[in-house]
């Protein structure tokens, strides 16, 4: 069940919900509490596989759902590994929406020299309402020498924990310019800079370029991420080679999506500096990609 907390319904809204099915029925659990619909009067209540719309009377009500769409982490490519020969690797990726459980894999993709790797990194189900605001990240890490159980899940926890707060702050940003009534883009550039903001506070640095389907360069994130993966008291080869992030709401990727209803993205990763011993500073490139399936 959503970590939304308790959401009082209207009696009118409550009873078509319930006609629907309730939490086990067409919608889902609830999730916002009602929002002003933004290109037209009314409210709408948001729930966790769609939206019920009204103007106050039961008649008015009429049921909106979401898209659903696949988020995968397709394809990896290391033009120049981390360690002399061939990394370790290890891939999280997270999907975080305010008022949802945050959705996430982590797996352990092993040994990879130079060429093509397909980790499968594959978050299926995920239903998005044109206005919500979604928030994904994914990283990619080399740990050849350490506990790589322990990385694992420290590498998937600090990811969900990114994009979760991520989401929240996007979210509530988003909800305060709907509810002034701003325009469209104006919503989204709100979402994107508390984003921005929340990430730069949180890794003490400004967040340049992230826009609102972005990728990015391995940079300060990685290396916030990082400070709890890995021992540096030891040299060793491990760390970062590559991680991405994005901001929008469903009605971009909806537009986004191309004639077979996918959207795909190559993100370009130039590696920090490899300590002494290891090889030449990574260099990697990730493809990743949101496909709509209803």
């Not at 809204?13 to 086990?24: A, E, F, R, V």
């Not at 696949?70 to 120049?80: L, M, N, T």
């Not at 967040?207 to 400070?227: C, D, E, S």
Request: charged share 20%; proline share 5%.
């Amino acid at each position: 069940m959503p970590s939304a907390g308790a959401i009082a319904l209207p009696a009118a809204i409550n009873d078509k919900y319930n006609s629907l099915g309730g939490p086990l029925g067409t919608l889902g659990f609830p999730i916002r509490d009602k929002l002003p619909v933004n290109t037209a009067p009314g409210e709408f209540f948001k729930f966790e596989k769609g939206k019920l719309v009204w103007q106050g009377t039961p008649e008015s009500i009429f049921v909106v759902m979401d898209s659903v769409y696949i988020f995968s982490v397709d394809k990896i490519e290391c033009r120049i590994p981390r360690s002399r020969v061939k990394d370790t690797l290890f891939i999280s990726v997270a999907i975080a929406m305010l008022g949802r459980d945050t959705l996430s894999v982590s797996k352990a993709l092993g040994d990879h020299a130079e060429g093509f790797t397909f980790p499968a990194s594959t978050i299926p189900n995920i239903s998005i309402g044109d206005q919500e605001v979604v928030v994904g990240m994914y990283t990619i890490a080399n740990s050849g020498h350490a506990d790589q159980g322990a990385a694992l899940r420290t590498l998937e926890s600090k990811t969900r924990d990114l994009a979760e707060g991520a989401a929240e702050v996007a979210g509530k940003k988003a909800g305060e310019a709907i509810g002034n009534k701003l325009a469209e883009n104006v919503v989204i550039q709100e979402a994107v800079t508390a984003v921005s903001t929340f990430i730069g506070g949180i890794i003490g640095t400004a967040v340049p370029g992230l826009g609102t389907i972005i990728g990015g360069a391995l940079g300060a994130l990685a290396g916030y991420i990082a400070g709890e993966l890995f021992d540096f008291l030891n040299p060793n080869c491990d760390g970062m080679v590559a991680e991405g992030h994005f901001t929008g709401t469903g009605q971009q990727i909806r537009e986004f999506l191309g004639a077979n209803n996918r959207f795909e993205r190559v993100d370009v990763s130039p590696g920090a500096d490899s300590p002494a011993g290891c090889g030449r500073n990574s260099d990697y490139s990730t493809t990743w990609s949101f496909t709509k399936t209803n």
